[in-house]
């Protein structure tokens, strides 16, 4: 074996257990050429939920570094026998929500309805034994019990594969079965099963239970079965582990972020404790044809794209009861220092174009910030990335709130936006599972010359007056005159981004118009690299806008400048990297003349202060057309 069919082997290896076993079976199949995008499968759900769950959690995480080593060690045993079990049954999981697990029981080949029925209601009743020796423990000072609850329903029931190849794909279970199952957890308390009653009666009468309602049933106990699941052996399949078809196939299931993640550290599981931003996408998501499923995934791609150019990472999408649900974070697993703004931005561009979408109807998004642990749930075998806190339940809550629409944000998210968006308080609203009221706020808009993206400080800044009463004199100097430019120069860790944000922070107190462009190391030798960003914030375009959008967006704002004829529109948005056919006033002309033209004509519709920092990364040709200040 050579070291390039080792190292895909080895990379396999660590991203199959974020599949469900059954995509695993049939991407290692080599006459399944092509995954249907959606089909029907018969037989059981299984929804198992761990009650008080996030408390514990969080107590443990709260204690550094030995209490998420201390947590690790008792969820990895917890759910390692537990998902040991589930398999063992036949189940596949294809969902981890928090601490919650929802499972697929495919009936087999041959079997009865009624079989498959006894053969999930066995592994059922064997689940509390499973996981009896770690549902309490002693750690670090704290009581960590685990009591769980089960939510069990029969009958047909959907997959759907959503997603691009060139994005990432998901797969998600959704149906009645589903639905009923996550509806028989919400009845039951520690300890308890619960059936829908089509599942109560294919079981045989010999069953113990009671009657809940008519729909559900508790269940007791009921006669045993032999287990039918052939234990795991090397399949002809499993022997093309290291086949790179089979790799490919896989990786494309796997959220980009994570797959960087998973692949770097190299660890059975890993997580920390630490502040994100939570956000919950919800629409209602009727998927009874053809063109239901393929509205959703053209609405869930979108959902990507936005979510990707926003630095987000998608980690739950939930078809039931709720509706369509999607959860994305900012702030892990990579940190982010402007996760509430990202978030917010997330938020507004998702409600922005969510019109183009026919299946995003009642779109509610909701965004909470706070403490959470953020890690692998699950085991060695079967697990996915989940964060578990306080605030997702809150971003949950705030994404179904009845009676609301838009994006509503709690306390702690708003404190963080400052001034880079506009809302409006709700007032103080009592959530479900949530201690006590929340003061909500509904988040309507981005501030335009504030982007999301200046870091917002949690303390002022002391010292540095001189600096900042030079910038501002420059700045009244800009008002007066005309354009001026001022360079801050000195070396790493001074404090050059936090004394440019603090004087930005003041200057729109000013009523000051502000956009900002980076200049980056590795795109030194790319030409107008900072005007990209200063033209999209001027033009309000956004990364997924078409080309006619973008075009459209750059003659309406050259159309209020009154000093530019439209053609230029096309010239501007080439001038971002875009391919596109210019008008001929200005296609012959090359691009450093456009850009002084365009500064030129600019500078006399605004008066501006250019601060930069980290110049040496500019281009010598973007460098020179700063000598004729523009509205950037």
């Excluded at 009936?107 to 009743?125: G, H, I, S, Y």
């Excluded at 917002?456 to 007066?480: F, P, V």
């Amino acid at each position: 074996m050579n070291s390039a069919t080792e190292s895909i082997k080895d990379t396999l290896e660590l991203i199959r257990p974020y599949l469900p076993s059954a995509i695993v079976r049939r991407l290692a199949d080599a006459n399944e050429s092509k995954l249907q995008r959606s089909q029907s499968f018969e037989g059981a759900v299984l929804f198992f939920d761990v009650v008080g769950f996030t408390p514990t959690t969080l107590a443990l995480a709260a204690k550094g570094t030995r209490g998420i080593d201390a947590l690790q060690t008792v969820l990895s045993n917890y759910y390692t026998s537990l998902l040991k079990h589930l398999s063992q049954w036949g189940g596949a999981v294809y969902q981890f929500a928090g601490d919650s697990v929802l499972v697929s029981f495919e009936k087999q080949k041959d079997e009865t309805d009624a079989e498959a029925a006894l053969r999930v209601v066995n592994c059922a009743l064997g689940i509390f034994n499973s996981i009896s020796e770690y549902s309490s423990n002693e750690l670090l000072g704290e009581t960590v019990n685990l009591p769980a609850r089960v939510g069990l329903a029969y009958g047909v029931y959907q997959e759907f594969i959503l997603g691009e190849q060139d994005r990432f794909l998901r797969a998600v279970i959704a149906g009645t079965p589903v639905d009923q199952s996550i509806s028989a957890e919400k009845l039951a308390s520690s300890g308890d099963i619960i059936l829908s009653s089509e599942l109560w009666n294919l079981l045989p009468t010999s069953k113990t239970g009671e009657n809940i309602n008519s729909d559900f049933h508790r269940l007791i106990d009921c006669e045993k079965c032999e287990n039918i699941i052939p234990l795991p052996s090397r399949s002809a399949a499993e022997e093309r582990i290291s086949d790179e078809r089979f790799f490919k196939r896989c990786k494309r299931f796997i959220v980009p972020e994570l797959y960087q993640r998973v692949t770097n550290i190299h660890k059975a599981f890993s997580g920390d404790y630490r502040e994100v931003a939570s956000v919950f996408v919800r629409i209602d998501s009727p998927l009874e044809s053809n063109a239901d499923s393929k509205n959703f995934n053209n609405f869930f791609t979108y959902v990507q794209s936005v979510a990707t150019s926003c630095s987000g990472t998608f980690v739950l999408t939930d078809l039931s009861d709720k509706g369509g649900v999607f959860s994305v974070l900012f702030g892990a697993p990579a940190a982010l220092e402007n996760k509430e703004a990202l978030a917010g931005r997330f938020a507004i561009r998702l409600l922005e174009g969510a019109s183009n979408y026919p299946a995003a109807k009642n779109l509610q998004i909701g965004i909470s910030t706070g403490m959470a642990y953020c890690g692998d749930l699950g085991a060695p075998f079967r697990k996915d990335f989940t964060a578990i806190g306080e605030m997702m339940n809150i971003a949950a809550r705030l994404a179904t709130l009845s009676g609301y629409s838009g994006v509503l944000i709690d306390f702690q998210t708003k404190s963080k936006l400052a001034k880079s968006f506009s809302f409006h308080e709700v007032g103080d609203v009592e959530l479900k599972g949530v201690s006590g009221a929340k003061k909500i706020f509904q988040l309507t808009s981005e501030q335009k010359n504030i982007p999301g993206l200046l870091i917002q400080y949690r303390d002022k800044m002391i010292g540095r007056k001189e600096e900042l009463d030079r910038l501002h004199k420059m700045l009244d100097t800009s008002s007066e005159k005309g354009g001026v430019v001022c360079r801050i120069i000195a070396d790493a860790g001074i404090g050059k981004s936090r004394l440019t944000n603090t004087f930005i922070d003041q200057a729109y107190d000013r009523n000051v118009e502000i956009l900002i462009g980076y200049c980056y190391p590795y795109e030194k030798f790319t030409p107008f690299y900072p005007w990209k960003e200063l033209l999209s914030l001027f033009l309000g375009i956004f990364e997924d806008d078409s080309l006619e959008t973008r075009v459209s967006k750059a003659e309406k704002a050259l159309y209020n400048l009154n000093s530019f004829d439209i053609a230029w529109a096309k010239a501007l948005v080439a001038l971002m990297g875009v391919p596109v056919q210019e008008d001929p006033l200005t296609r012959e002309i090359d691009r450093k003349q456009k850009t002084k033209d365009f500064s030129k004509s600019s500078s006399a519709c605004y008066r501006n202060v250019q601060t930069r920092s980290h110049w040496r990364w500019s281009s010598k040709t973007f460098i020179g057309s700063t000598n004729f200040p523009a509205a950037f």
